[in-house]
């Protein structure tokens, strides 16, 4: 052994020891429900790579986030109810995976978490009553009437007009001050830049940790990860991402965007390489797939 060996196995217990009370102190200050932090796991983890999980190991990894194995039954129990989760029995073990329908939502949460793109311009829609609830859930706001007005996104005027929506293109003409007034007025900014702002000041630690170079564990690797993607997901996805020119000023989504980005990409090798220590029905779960791959790709062009 080298004579700065016991000073580089010391300087590694400190950085373990670090990266042990951080995750600590983001659990605590996260609280996640079992059943929303189990979906996280799956949306992260399991689903990219295409094979069940057993029980075993959500019950370790929730655990480590606080969550009781009784809470994660429990959860599991319901996810099951709800046809979002299918179980399957092999021997005295269990595993879970996705249904067909879950599928569907976590591929659509999956292109806002990991493939963003920011809306392009406006749609002014008249709706049936029924689609009123589902257009308001996807960013839109009511002006009155049938009438609501909300960003243009990625397929969504195929959806719209395949349940009876009439779409009108819409452009400002006003000058970008009146936009954000209106913005400001009709939809609820304040909620989503408090939210952003939460997230970058929770993991601004653990960005220090990555500047400085510090090693992390595996295993410490997908537990931050895993809440990186849990705060983040509960940010991103009630926001409607509307056009840059509608936001105010020194917006905080651009900033957690680019946060979480540069911090999964960072925590990503460790991660991964410690799902593949995670038991499926086939044996172990692959460290890399295709879309576990893409999704590193895509976050760094963000």
Same mark, same amino acid.
Not at 42 to 48: A, F, I, K, L
Not at 161 to 181: C, K, Y
């Given at each position: 052994?080298?004579?700065?060996?016991?000073?580089? @196995?010391? $300087? /590694?217990?400190?950085? %373990?020891?670090? =990266?042990?009370?951080?995750?600590?102190? *983001?659990?605590?200050?996260l609280a996640p429900r079992a059943g929303s932090f189990i979906v996280t796991l799956?949306?992260?983890?399991?689903?990219?790579r295409g094979l069940p999980l057993w029980m075993g190991n959500i019950i370790d990894i929730c655990g480590l986030a606080g969550i009781s194995e009784t809470l994660v039954r429990t959860a599991v129990s319901r996810l099951v109810a709800s046809g979002r989760l299918v179980g399957d029995r092999q021997g005295r073990r269990s595993y879970y995976h996705l249904t067909d329908e879950a599928r569907l939502e976590f591929a659509h949460a999956a292109r806002i978490l990991f493939e963003p793109t920011d809306a392009s311009g406006w749609r002014l829609i008249w709706s049936p009553g029924e689609a009123v609830s589902a257009l308001e859930k996807l960013g839109f706001v009511k002006l009155g009437g049938s009438w609501l007005i909300g960003p243009a996104k990625d397929d969504l005027?195929?959806?719209? =007009? %395949?349940?009876?929506?009439?779409? #009108?293109?819409?452009?400002?003409?006003?000058?970008?001050? /009146? !936009?954000?007034? +209106?913005?400001?007025?009709?939809? $609820?900014?304040?909620?989503?830049?408090?939210?952003?702002?939460?997230f970058l000041t929770l #993991?601004?630690? +653990?960005? =220090? *940790?990555?500047?400085?170079? %510090?090693?992390?564990?595996?295993?410490?690797?997908?537990?931050?990860? !895993? #809440?990186?993607?849990?705060?983040y997901r509960?940010?991103?996805?009630?926001?409607?991402?509307?056009? @840059?020119?509608?936001?105010?000023?020194?917006?905080?989504?651009?900033? =957690? /965007?680019?946060l979480f980005a540069a911090l999964y990409d960072w925590l990503s090798p460790g991660a991964d390489r410690h799902a593949a220590t995670l038991q499926s029905v086939e044996g172990l779960l692959p460290e890399q797939t295709e879309i576990v791959s893409r999704r590193r790709q895509t976050l760094r062009g963000v």
């Open positions: 052994m080298s004579k700065d060996g016991p000073a580089l @196995v010391t $300087k /590694r217990a400190a950085h %373990q020891d670090k =990266a042990k009370a951080l995750v600590a102190d *983001i659990a605590s200050k799956y949306g992260d983890v399991v689903e990219p005027d195929d959806r719209l =007009a %395949q349940a009876g929506a009439v779409i #009108f293109v819409a452009e400002p003409l006003s000058a970008s001050d /009146r !936009l954000i007034q +209106l913005v400001a007025a009709e939809w $609820k900014c304040a909620e989503w830049e408090e939210a952003y702002a939460s #993991f601004a630690p +653990l960005e =220090a *940790i990555r500047i400085a170079g %510090q090693d992390l564990s595996d295993m410490h690797c997908l537990q931050l990860r !895993l #809440f990186l993607v849990h705060a509960l940010a991103a996805l009630r926001d409607p991402h509307l056009p @840059v020119e509608a936001l105010p000023p020194a917006w905080s989504g651009a900033k =957690a /965007r680019a």
